[in-house]
């Protein structure tokens, strides 16, 4: 199978770049805020509450909106809803015990896990590429995890186990994405993240200590959101194979963002660690997206898919004029 073009390569990358440094701001705002004392669950909160109008405005450019959030499978949206939710919580907390820089390369593992857990949970075949790029990759997980060393290995921990749910999540996506729209799942995983933080708060709820850190909390769900409606933008405009790549970019952000607020120069194993980490993500990427033709990826920040599922072949098409690209959603899961 051949690429599938990119019609506006410039304007997706626009997209795309301003999706990855939208959300490395965040990660920046969800570390300030959890080391000032702020609780997980009021990050997640904000996170949620506030991305829900970015949402809606998302699907409120359907021509069906209202058909477009109905759904036959409450209760398959709850599941993947509270997995995501607990790998959103997981990788925030991450982002607190490690340096930004640490944690998000960390996060990078859960592509190569999804391609592992993709053989026994959807049957899927995995050849020797595939099998080889995930060992790669388990080896820079190894090593920036440094058992050895002096990394916070409780840290480490978490982030690969937000690694691991977030590779679940996308698996539960995978099976719902027959009968449910990429948005459905969306918009039903931001609701169930507003309710399941709405519960625990009251339980773990600790005073915001300055407007700082509520400014902080302000930008982790509004940016979050925006973050989420380039990323969307990009997706609908572009294969998965070229927009996917971008993503790598933030470790760039997530290291200049330690050294300048908290002086911290990573190490050895995070340089090595990284490179290898994302290697084995690109042949990964290779082999599913352009080899394979797959169009379903993993969004690692918004827990969320961000390429349309098989169901979006039979929605109506957005109110937006072709010119967009986002006409071509359709055209593209044909090719």
Same mark, same amino acid.
């Given at each position: 199978?051949?690429?599938?073009? +990119?019609?506006?390569?410039?304007?997706?990358?626009?997209?795309?770049?301003?999706?990855?440094?939208?959300?490395?701001?965040?990660?920046?705002? +969800?570390?300030?805020?959890?080391?000032?004392?702020?609780?997980?669950?009021?990050?997640?909160?904000?996170?949620?509450?506030?991305?829900?109008?970015?949402?809606?405005?998302?699907?409120?450019?359907?021509?069906?909106?209202?058909?477009?959030?109905?759904?036959?499978?409450?209760?398959?949206?709850?599941?993947?809803?509270?997995?995501?939710?607990?790998?959103?919580?997981?990788?925030? %907390?991450?982002?607190?015990?490690?340096?930004?820089?640490?944690?998000?390369?960390?996060?990078?593992?859960?592509?190569?896990?999804?391609?592992?857990?993709?053989?026994?949970?959807?049957?899927?075949?995995?050849?020797?590429?595939?099998?080889?790029?995930?060992? +790669?990759?388990?080896?820079?997980?190894?090593? *920036?995890?440094?058992?050895?060393?002096?990394?916070?290995?409780?840290?480490?921990?978490?982030?690969?186990?937000?690694?691991?749910?977030?590779?679940?999540?996308?698996? %539960?996506?995978?099976?719902?994405?027959?009968?449910?729209?990429?948005?459905? *799942?969306?918009?039903?995983?931001?609701?169930?993240?507003?309710?399941?933080?709405?519960?625990?708060?009251?339980?773990?709820?600790?005073?915001?200590?300055? +407007?700082?850190?509520?400014?902080?909390?302000?930008?982790?769900?509004?940016?979050?959101?925006?973050?989420?409606?380039?990323?969307?933008?990009?997706?609908?405009?572009?294969?998965?194979?070229?927009?996917?790549?971008?993503?790598?970019?933030?470790?760039?952000?997530?290291?200049?963002?330690?050294?300048?607020?908290?002086?911290?120069?990573?190490?050895?194993?995070?340089? *090595?660690?990284?490179?290898?980490?994302?290697?084995?993500?690109?042949?990964?990427?290779?082999?599913?997206?352009?080899?394979?033709?797959?169009?379903?990826?993993?969004?690692?920040?918004?827990?969320?898919?961000?390429?349309?599922?098989?169901?979006?072949?039979?929605?109506?098409?957005?109110?937006?004029?072709?010119?967009?690209?986002?006409?071509?959603?359709?055209?593209?899961?044909?090719?």
């Amino acid at each position: 199978m051949s690429e599938t073009a +990119v019609k506006n390569p410039g304007q997706v990358f626009i997209f795309a770049i301003i999706s990855t440094i939208l959300f490395s701001f965040m990660n920046l705002a +969800v570390k300030y805020a959890a080391e000032s004392g702020v609780h997980i669950t009021q990050i997640i909160l904000f996170r949620n509450l506030l991305a829900l109008p970015v949402v809606l405005l998302l699907v409120s450019r359907y021509i069906d909106s209202q058909k477009l959030l109905m759904t036959a499978r409450p209760f398959s949206h709850i599941a993947r809803g509270l997995v995501g939710i607990s790998a959103m919580a997981c990788f925030f %907390l991450s982002f607190k015990m490690l340096p930004l820089g640490d944690a998000t390369a960390l996060h990078f593992a859960s592509p190569l896990i999804l391609t592992a857990l993709s053989v026994p949970f959807l049957k899927e075949k995995v050849g020797p590429w595939r099998w080889s790029a995930v060992g +790669v990759g388990l080896i820079g997980v190894i090593i *920036i995890a440094n058992p050895s060393g002096n990394t916070e290995i409780l840290g480490s921990f978490i982030a690969l186990f937000a690694a691991l749910l977030a590779a679940i999540a996308a698996i %539960l996506v995978r099976r719902m994405g027959d009968t449910e729209h990429s948005l459905t *799942i969306v918009f039903y995983f931001t609701i169930c993240g507003i309710v399941t933080a709405l519960i625990l708060c009251p339980f773990f709820w600790q005073p915001i200590v300055s +407007v700082w850190v509520f400014y902080a909390l302000l930008m982790v769900g509004i940016l979050g959101g925006i973050a989420q409606y380039f990323l969307t933008k990009a997706y609908a405009a572009a294969p998965a194979a070229y927009v996917s790549v971008f993503s790598y970019a933030s470790i760039v952000f997530s290291i200049g963002f330690d050294v300048i607020f908290w002086a911290h120069i990573p190490t050895w194993n995070v340089w *090595i660690g990284s490179a290898i980490i994302i290697t084995g993500g690109l042949v990964v990427l290779y082999r599913e997206v352009i080899h394979k033709g797959r169009n379903a990826r993993l969004s690692m920040y918004g827990l969320t898919p961000i390429r349309p599922t098989e169901a979006d072949l039979n929605t109506p098409a957005p109110r937006r004029r072709k010119s967009d690209g986002v006409d071509n959603v359709q055209k593209n899961n044909k090719e």
